[in-house]
């Protein structure tokens, strides 16, 4: 997956979801739809097999219109695989699976994606073989209830630090609002990571379709 093409990258979340009545193959579908081309399948409160099971009716449902890869559970991404569901790979937080691991047990063409936060964070993953991390999410970028625990907000300017440190692609993450695109990208962001902006909307399709609209945009 190139930088140019990650654009908005959604991640999912059973509550906000709920709020509406739609589900999350529902907003996932909508989504797609309307542009977004990476879906990150999370639920923390979901138990392995919960999980696996909604990880593998995202991946069927989008086929071959999105990356599909799931949260912190490598577990999860090595059953759907086996089963034979589009998984692409997974995105792993500092206190989940090495990413070393991760690559050696998902192999070559998998992805792994790896939260990075911090200069020390940065650090670490530059000691790593090349092709271990295929992309970085950075934030949080401004505070959010999505991520109670959340570390300090880096703001736009925070983020652009760190993008500008590695070459690796890093996608924003954390409070990211429609007005917060064109900066972002502007700061160096291969993507922008949305959860409540489109999982909390009334109409998840059309909020999908303005932060493609405003991502799109900010590239002309």
């Not at 542009?35 to 696996?52: H, N, P, W």
Request: glycine letters at 10%; proline letters at 6%; aromatic letters at 2%.
């Amino acid at each position: 997956m190139s930088a140019a093409s990650i654009g908005v990258y959604l991640v999912t979340d059973p509550d906000l979801t709920d709020r509406h009545g739609h589900g999350v193959l529902a907003v996932v579908r909508a989504a797609v739809a309307a542009g977004v081309r990476t879906v990150q399948v999370r639920d923390k409160a979901a138990s392995a097999r919960e999980l696996l099971a909604l990880s593998a009716a995202v991946a069927d449902a989008v086929g071959d219109r999105a990356l599909v890869v799931v949260d912190d559970r490598l577990d999860v991404v090595l059953a759907a695989r086996h089963a034979g569901h589009r998984v692409a790979g997974v995105h792993l937080g500092q206190s989940d699976v090495p990413a070393e691991a991760a690559r050696a047990l998902l192999g070559p063409d998998a992805h792994v994606g790896l939260t990075a936060n911090t200069p020390e964070h940065l650090a670490a993953v530059h000691r790593l073989p090349r092709g271990t991390v295929d992309l970085l999410g950075v934030g949080v970028v401004h505070p959010t209830t999505t991520k109670p625990d959340h570390p300090p907000a880096l703001g736009v300017a925070g983020f652009a630090r760190i993008a500008a440190a590695t070459d690796l692609p890093c996608v924003a993450i954390g409070g990211v609002g429609l007005d917060d695109v064109p900066a972002l990208r502007a700061a160096g962001a291969a993507g922008v990571a949305v959860v409540s902006g489109i999982c909390a909307a009334p109409e998840p399709g059309v909020a999908a379709a303005g932060f493609v609209d405003a991502w799109t945009g900010s590239a002309r």
